[in-house]
């Protein structure tokens, strides 16, 4: 135990101390402050600083006046040169008299460019001074005689740039802003009234007055009147300044230093004022004349004396002011001096009362941590140090109370906490810990706490420290067996000792609730996907036989219509109109699956929002007419584009559209868009308001619900499933949208889509059907039409189709060789007469381009010149008007005949591969049949056809195998796949197929014709392909 500290001896200080101690803090820093603040920060911070930045401002204003003094006689020489030019012109005076007046002025500049070379820089008078200099060299060299050049009078700007110099000279030396008023009014005057005063007599003098008044010129008189008022002004303005210098000073011999020059200057410069007006009475008479001169000298001259005068008396009350200043400053110093000393006494008498307090407080507590807590510290104290002491007994106390309180929290905690030193020995381990792992405290107590928890060899090596964050390992119960553990350590740092405290927890129970809740997760799992299977499996067998249906009704239309039974046609057309009303509801039902179990896939596209809306308009128009209601639409046409899946919003929008229209006869049914921006976004708007029925509150609560409409008796009379404004909002939200509706009964409704402009962008592809093309034979030969006319092409491709051909139109002739390279036709026709580039130089490029050269080409044209299209090369030769069956006649010479390879349908479903043989077959195509895809492989073996349709979802080998097992050889991988399926794909269906087929096609969503176009498109492309492959060999 260290030995007890002892309070240092009071000594002299006694006094001080036995004051200090018997006042209360409060008292104590009063008094330090008003002894020791007062005179430190008035005297020293306010007084010392301020009386210092006083003496600089004083000291810079004396600069600006000592530089005035040169400028001053400098401004006088100008004034008198000005008025000497004026009467030298008026040969008044001798040329003599300038040069003297002049030799003044270079003497008074050469004193100023002194004093600026000593002060200049101090003031930044630098820049004003050499604008100075260049006048007064200009001015210096021209001739009195001689006039300015451009109309300049170099002593006029001479005058200008010396006041504006002076006036620099004012600011820079703080003489305008000086903060006393009587210096501050006596600045003003000097620096600018009363130069302007001087330079408005000189002016007034250099008018020529007699002169303007013997011719009495008007506007020499207006000049005048205006000089004599701006003189008039300046003399008030200076008189009433002075003045108030005057009444402000404190300076008792100011006011008779000046009352008797500025009542010479006033009196003098009043009769200046009178002598003009003399002259201008009395037309510029002599004596008049002379008068003026003479009373404007004495102006100019009580002026320049009261400038004297008053600078003088500014530079005393400067100095007089530095000197006060100074005086001032000592006396503070003094003081503060003598109050230092009073402070520094008391502080140390303070500092030896506080020291033996803490001294005493020191010894209690190194007791108290020996551990002896008997006994309170007691001290002759009475103020807020003995209120410190009675504290610390409190704390002491409290310590006591608090260990064992925190004592019984760690014995009765629910979670074992234990201790450990830096080297993962256990310090402490309570009752919790102890029915965890089964030891007594006393038995592990020194351990290693790898004795419990095998993993932390120590908790600072092995990172078991993460600041109360949990984590799980084992820990090892008595008998050996381990358990899964809950375990947060804490680092706690005591001095230089570092404790590990550990919380922790037996999680077996959790454990196992964790295990039973991953089985049923991945029994949900499980199910989902059965669901998802179940759902893929309905879309195929529901979507078969319906495409069946569709394709025969389709069929069988065209045979009634064909074979003249058109009475069964509207049957047909029911049958059809039937089939594809079941399909959309079979289609609606399973969206709103694939949306609940996140299937459905976004397909986004940029497109036109007018097209769009023109688009739907033009469909749902007969729908809207059916209840003799008017389609109202108003979309701007610079509404621009959106990007977002066009199928969903087309059909959101038409589901819309159609509510509308069931709900309301022979009314009013609007759909206006617009673009807004709210929250950084574009939106675009589609607003959808009817005259209908209109609905209740509780029937908007049921609006979007499934399966489910307003109520049971619009059901029955308007009939439908409930499901287009379900799915409408099931789009609108994929979509990051929605869509809200206002109703009041018997007033209509009206429904707000809202959705982003550019929808976020997803990984997924729509599939896209093409259109139908002309209804010609597969493998038809081509003719390219290479004509002018427009009505010669049309007639030209109407023969050319009913006999058989593929015929393809150009308008000109560099068209025509762009079609020619592209399509490598079977024949062209060509007329010979078009402009720009005529039938001759076409037949020369064909015959000309290897691509080109072996392609048949039939000129057709008005002048008969068949030698010279046969030396071209020209197959044959036409003279307009053509004769049909000679046209025929050539052509069929060059038709190709059909190939023999078929066309393979690998489908499962017997009736649906019936309908698509007879579809094929119809149109000229041969056809061979395969059950799955075993047999689909054994049928290409045997005749590699030219076109595979190929359903998905088949027993034995699928689709998606028969894909890859067809692309694995290198002689199949050029014949053209379309998938023909009732499975909804998904996006990994999508990628599966991606690179193997070249088409597909949802089952029931397509016409025949579509179909038939598909089959056409490819087999053409096949067949190129074929022809490429042959001319390159």
């Not at 000593?118 to 630098?126: D, H, N, V």
């Not at 008391?346 to 209690?364: D, G, Q």
């Not at 984590?471 to 381990?482: A, K, V």
């Not at 059909?651 to 022979?666: G, H, R």
């Given at each position: 135990?260290?030995?007890?500290?002892?309070?240092?001896?009071?000594?002299?200080?006694?006094?001080?101390?036995?004051?200090?101690?018997?006042?209360?803090?409060?008292?104590?820093?009063?008094?330090?402050?008003?002894?020791?603040?007062?005179?430190?920060?008035?005297?020293?911070?306010l007084l010392v600083l301020q009386i210092n930045a006083n003496?600089?401002?004083?000291?810079?204003?004396?600069?600006?006046?000592?530089?005035?003094?040169?400028?001053?006689?400098?401004?006088?020489?100008?004034?008198?040169?000005?008025?000497?030019?004026?009467?030298?012109?008026?040969?008044?005076?001798?040329?003599?008299?300038?040069?003297?007046?002049?030799?003044?002025?270079?003497?008074?500049?050469?004193?100023?460019?002194?004093?600026?070379?000593?002060?200049?820089?101090?003031?930044?008078?630098?820049?004003?001074?050499?604008?100075?200099?260049?006048?007064?060299?200009?001015?210096?060299?021209?001739?009195?005689?001689?006039?300015?050049?451009?109309?300049?009078?170099?002593?006029?700007?001479?005058?200008?740039?010396?006041?504006?110099?002076?006036?620099?000279?004012?600011?820079?030396?703080?003489?305008?802003?000086?903060?006393?008023?009587?210096?501050?009014?006596?600045?003003?005057?000097?620096?600018?009234?009363?130069?302007?005063?001087?330079?408005?007599?000189?002016?007034?003098?250099?008018?020529?007055?007699?002169?303007?008044?013997?011719?009495?010129?008007?506007?020499?008189?207006?000049?005048?009147?205006?000089?004599?008022?701006?003189?008039?002004?300046?003399?008030?303005?200076?008189?009433?300044?002075?003045?108030?210098?005057?009444?402000?000073?404190?300076?008792?011999?100011?006011?008779?230093?000046?009352?008797?020059?500025?009542?010479?200057?006033?009196?003098?410069?009043?009769?200046?004022?009178?002598?003009?007006?003399?002259?201008?009475?009395?037309?510029?008479?002599?004596?008049?004349?002379?008068?003026?001169?003479?009373?404007?000298?004495?102006?100019?001259?009580?002026?320049?004396?009261?400038?004297?005068?008053?600078?003088?008396?500014?530079?005393?009350?400067?100095?007089?002011?530095?000197?006060?200043?100074?005086?001032?400053?000592?006396?503070?110093?003094?003081?503060?001096?003598?109050?230092?000393?009073?402070?520094?006494?008391?502080?140390?008498?303070?500092?030896?009362?506080?020291?033996?307090?803490?001294?005493?407080?020191?010894?209690?507590?190194?007791?108290?941590?020996?551990?002896?807590?008997?006994?309170?510290?007691?001290?002759?104290?009475?103020?807020?140090?003995?209120?410190?002491?009675?504290?610390?007994?409190?704390?002491?106390?409290?310590?006591?109370?608090?260990?064992?309180?925190?004592?019984?929290?760690?014995?009765?905690?629910?979670?074992?906490?234990?201790?450990?030193?830096?080297?993962?020995?256990?310090?402490?381990?309570?009752?919790?810990?102890?029915?965890?792992?089964?030891?007594?405290?006393?038995?592990?107590?020194?351990?290693?706490?790898?004795?419990?928890?095998?993993?932390?060899?120590?908790?600072?090596?092995?990172?078991?420290?993460?600041?109360?964050?949990?984590?799980?390992?084992?820990?090892?119960?008595?008998?050996?067996?381990?358990?899964?553990?809950?375990?947060?350590?804490?680092?706690?740092?005591?001095?230089?000792?570092?404790?590990?405290?550990?919380?922790m927890r037996d999680i077996t129970e959790e454990k196992q609730?964790?295990?039973?809740?991953?089985?049923?997760?991945?029994?949900?799992?499980?199910?989902?996907?059965?669901?998802?299977?179940?759902?893929?499996?309905?879309?195929?067998?529901?979507?078969?036989?319906?495409?069946?249906?569709?394709?025969?009704?389709?069929?069988?239309?065209?045979?009634?219509?064909?074979?003249?039974?058109?009475?069964?046609?509207?049957?047909?057309?029911?049958?059809?109109?039937?089939?594809?009303?079941?399909?959309?509801?079979?289609?609606?039902?399973?969206?709103?699956?694939?949306?609940?179990?996140?299937?459905?896939?976004?397909?986004?596209?940029?497109?036109?929002?007018?097209?769009?809306?023109?688009?739907?308009?033009?469909?749902?128009?007969?729908?809207?007419?059916?209840?003799?209601?008017?389609?109202?639409?108003?979309?701007?046409?610079?509404?621009?584009?959106?990007?977002?899946?066009?199928?969903?919003?087309?059909?959101?929008?038409?589901?819309?559209?159609?509510?509308?229209?069931?709900?309301?006869?022979?009314?009013?049914?609007?759909?206006?868009?617009?673009?807004?921006?709210?929250?950084?976004?574009?939106?675009?708007?589609?607003?959808?308001?009817?005259?209908?029925?209109?609905?209740?509150?509780?029937?908007?609560?049921?609006?979007?619900?499934?399966?489910?409409?307003?109520?049971?008796?619009?059901?029955?009379?308007?009939?439908?499933?409930?499901?287009?404004?379900?799915?409408?909002?099931?789009?609108?939200?994929?979509?990051?949208?929605?869509?809200?509706?206002?109703?009041?009964?018997?007033?209509?409704?009206?429904?707000?889509?809202?959705?982003?402009?550019?929808?976020?962008?997803?990984?997924?592809?729509?599939?896209?059907?093409?259109?139908?093309?002309?209804?010609?034979?597969?493998?038809?030969?081509?003719?390219?039409?290479?004509?002018?006319?427009?009505?010669?092409?049309?007639?030209?491709?109407?023969?050319?189709?009913?006999?058989?051909?593929?015929?393809?139109?150009?308008?000109?002739?560099?068209?025509?060789?762009?079609?020619?390279?592209?399509?490598?036709?079977?024949?062209?026709?060509?007329?010979?007469?078009?402009?720009?580039?005529?039938?001759?130089?076409?037949?020369?490029?064909?015959?000309?381009?290897?691509?080109?050269?072996?392609?048949?080409?039939?000129?057709?044209?008005?002048?008969?010149?068949?030698?010279?299209?046969?030396?071209?090369?020209?197959?044959?030769?036409?003279?307009?008007?053509?004769?049909?069956?000679?046209?025929?006649?050539?052509?069929?010479?060059?038709?190709?005949?059909?190939?023999?390879?078929?066309?393979?349908?690998?489908?499962?479903?017997?009736?649906?591969?019936?309908?698509?043989?007879?579809?094929v077959e119809r149109e000229g195509w041969q056809v061979a049949?395969?059950?799955?895809?075993?047999?689909?492989?054994?049928?290409?073996?045997?005749?590699?056809?030219?076109?595979?349709?190929?359903?998905?979802?088949?027993?034995?080998?699928?689709?998606?195998?028969?894909?890859?097992?067809?692309?694995?050889?290198?002689?199949?991988?050029?014949?053209?796949?379309?998938?023909?399926?009732?499975?909804?794909?998904?996006?990994?269906?999508?990628?599966?197929?991606?690179?193997?087929?070249?088409?597909?096609?949802?089952?029931?969503?397509?016409?025949?014709?579509?179909?038939?176009?598909?089959?056409?498109?490819?087999?053409?492309?096949?067949?190129?392909?074929?022809?490429?492959?042959?001319?390159?060999?």
């Open positions: 135990m260290s030995a007890v500290k002892h309070a240092p001896p009071a000594g002299p200080f006694t006094p001080a101390i036995w004051l200090m101690n018997r006042l209360r803090f409060p008292f104590k820093f009063l008094l330090i402050t008003l002894l020791f603040l007062l005179p430190l920060a008035l005297v020293m911070a003496v600089q401002v004083a000291e810079r204003e004396l600069l600006g006046t000592a530089y005035l003094r040169p400028a001053r006689n400098l401004l006088q020489d100008a004034l008198v040169n000005q008025i000497l030019a004026q009467d030298f012109q008026n040969g008044r005076v001798a040329g003599d008299e300038i040069a003297r007046t002049r030799a003044r002025m270079d003497a008074a500049f050469n004193a100023l460019a002194e004093w600026d070379r000593r002060i200049g820089s101090q003031l930044g008078t630098r820049s004003d001074f050499e604008t100075l200099n260049a006048d007064w060299q200009k001015l210096k060299s021209q001739p009195p005689d001689q006039p300015s050049a451009g109309g300049e009078d170099l002593n006029v700007k001479l005058i200008a740039d010396l006041r504006a110099l002076m006036a620099s000279v004012g600011n820079t030396s703080n003489l305008i802003l000086d903060p006393r008023l009587d210096s501050n009014y006596l600045a003003d005057l000097l620096v600018l009234e009363i130069p302007e005063g001087l330079a408005l007599q000189a002016e007034t003098l250099a008018l020529g007055i007699p002169n303007l008044a013997q011719e009495y010129s008007t506007a020499g008189l207006a000049r005048t009147s205006t000089v004599i008022g701006q003189l008039q002004s300046n003399l008030d303005v200076t008189q009433g300044g002075l003045r108030a210098a005057l009444q402000n000073t404190a300076a008792p011999d100011m006011s008779p230093a000046l009352d008797d020059p500025l009542a010479a200057a006033k009196s003098a410069t009043d009769e200046f004022l009178n002598s003009v007006g003399r002259v201008w009475n009395t037309q510029g008479a002599e004596a008049e004349a002379v008068a003026l001169r003479a009373s404007g000298g004495s102006a100019l001259q009580a002026n320049f004396r009261l400038w004297d005068l008053g600078i003088a008396q500014l530079d005393r009350l400067l100095q007089t002011r530095i000197a006060s200043l100074n005086q001032q400053k000592s006396l503070a110093l003094a003081t503060t001096a003598v109050v230092l000393l009073v402070v520094a006494y008391l502080w140390i008498a303070f500092y030896l009362a506080v020291m033996r307090t803490v001294t005493n407080l020191e010894a209690a507590s190194q007791r108290m941590v020996s551990g002896d807590m008997s006994g309170d510290l007691q001290l002759d104290n009475r103020d807020e140090l003995g209120q410190i002491v009675a504290a610390f007994n409190q704390i002491a106390s409290a310590l006591v109370s608090s260990s064992a309180y925190r004592q019984a929290v760690v014995d009765n905690a629910a979670d074992g906490i234990l201790t450990t030193d830096r080297e993962g020995r256990l310090v402490s381990f309570n009752p919790a810990a102890e029915r965890i792992f089964g030891y007594a405290a006393s038995e592990v107590i020194g351990q290693k706490i790898t004795l419990l928890v095998p993993t932390a060899a120590n908790f600072a090596r092995n990172g078991f420290a993460m600041g109360n964050q949990r984590r799980e390992t084992e820990g090892r119960h008595r008998d050996g067996s381990l358990f899964p553990l809950d375990l947060a350590v804490t680092e706690t740092r005591l001095g230089d000792q570092t404790l590990f405290s550990g919380l609730a964790e295990h039973q809740l991953q089985q049923a997760k991945q029994a949900a799992d499980a199910a989902n996907q059965a669901k998802s299977a179940f759902l893929a499996n309905m879309s195929h067998e529901l979507r078969t036989p319906l495409n069946a249906i569709i394709g025969y009704s389709e069929m069988l239309q065209e045979e009634a219509e064909d074979t003249g039974q058109a009475s069964f046609v509207p049957d047909l057309e029911k049958i059809n109109a039937a089939g594809k009303h079941l399909l959309g509801l079979i289609n609606a039902v399973l969206d709103l699956s694939k949306i609940e179990a996140g299937k459905m896939d976004l397909y986004l596209e940029t497109f036109s929002v007018p097209n769009l809306v023109a688009d739907v308009a033009g469909v749902i128009q007969p729908l809207i007419a059916k209840n003799s209601n008017t389609l109202r639409v108003r979309c701007p046409e610079d509404i621009g584009m959106m990007r977002a899946d066009l199928t969903k919003v087309r059909q959101s929008i038409f589901n819309l559209l159609s509510n509308a229209s069931k709900f309301t006869e022979q009314g009013v049914i609007s759909l206006d868009v617009e673009r807004t921006r709210a929250d950084e976004t574009e939106w675009m708007i589609f607003r959808v308001s009817d005259t209908g029925i209109g609905m209740t509150p509780e029937q908007l609560g049921k609006l979007f619900q499934e399966f489910s409409q307003a109520d049971a008796s619009t059901s029955r009379k308007y009939g439908g499933t409930g499901l287009g404004l379900a799915l409408t909002r099931r789009f609108c939200r994929m979509m990051g949208g929605d869509i809200t509706v206002e109703s009041e009964p018997g007033k209509g409704s009206t429904f707000t889509m809202r959705l982003p402009e550019q929808v976020a962008e997803q990984q997924a592809e729509a599939v896209s059907i093409p259109p139908a093309v002309e209804s010609v034979p597969a493998g038809a030969s081509r003719v390219l039409v290479i004509d002018d006319e427009p009505t010669a092409r049309d007639l030209m491709q109407r023969l050319l189709t009913s006999h058989g051909f593929n015929a393809t139109t150009a308008a000109n002739g560099a068209d025509g060789l762009d079609l020619a390279k592209q399509l490598h036709p079977d024949v062209i026709t060509l007329d010979v007469m078009m402009p720009g580039m005529d039938g001759w130089t076409v037949l020369t490029a064909l015959k000309q381009d290897p691509a080109t050269v072996d392609i048949p080409v039939i000129m057709v044209s008005i002048v008969d010149e068949k030698n010279l299209g046969y030396a071209l090369g020209a197959a044959d030769y036409l003279t307009k008007p053509v004769e049909r069956e000679r046209l025929v006649a050539i052509l069929n010479r060059y038709r190709r005949e059909p190939g023999q390879r078929p066309v393979l349908i690998v489908e499962d479903d017997a009736a649906t591969r019936e309908m698509l043989r007879r579809t049949e395969a059950e799955n895809g075993i047999v689909g492989l054994q049928e290409v073996a045997k005749n590699p056809p030219m076109l595979i349709l190929l359903d998905l979802m088949m027993p034995e080998m699928d689709g998606f195998e028969f894909v890859v097992e067809l692309r694995k050889n290198p002689a199949w991988k050029s014949i053209p796949v379309v998938v023909v399926t009732a499975k909804d794909l998904t996006q990994q269906d999508r990628q599966r197929l991606t690179g193997y087929v070249d088409q597909l096609i949802q089952k029931g969503a397509y016409s025949r014709d579509e179909l038939v176009a598909e089959i056409r498109k490819l087999t053409q492309g096949e067949k190129q392909n074929v022809e490429d492959t042959a001319r390159r060999r």
